[in-house]
């Protein structure tokens, strides 16, 4: 499956705004994050576990990392306080 991935403030400026993966069926929102964490050393600090983040998929405000994700998702990460 592929998704895409959309960051926002301070965390695109660190990661671009956005990129895409291929993720396994049945991949859920901690498994992804964890998959692009271990992708590259600035993924990594900058997605690393307890780190506030925020996430939406398809544009809804998730809260619980045990969403699955699904195939053509579009999943955004961005910190829980942004500007305007």
Do not use: N, W
């Amino acid at each position: 499956m592929q998704v895409t991935v959309r960051y926002f403030a301070s965390v695109r400026e660190l990661l671009g705004a956005k990129e895409s993966i291929d993720v396994v069926a049945g991949t859920t929102l901690a498994a992804l994050r964890e998959q692009l964490a271990a992708s590259s050393p600035r993924h990594a600090e900058v997605l690393q576990r307890g780190r506030a983040l925020r996430c939406a998929v398809d544009q809804v405000l998730v809260a619980d990392d045990r969403t699955p994700i699904h195939d053509g998702a579009e999943v955004a990460f961005f910190p829980p306080v942004t500007g305007g």
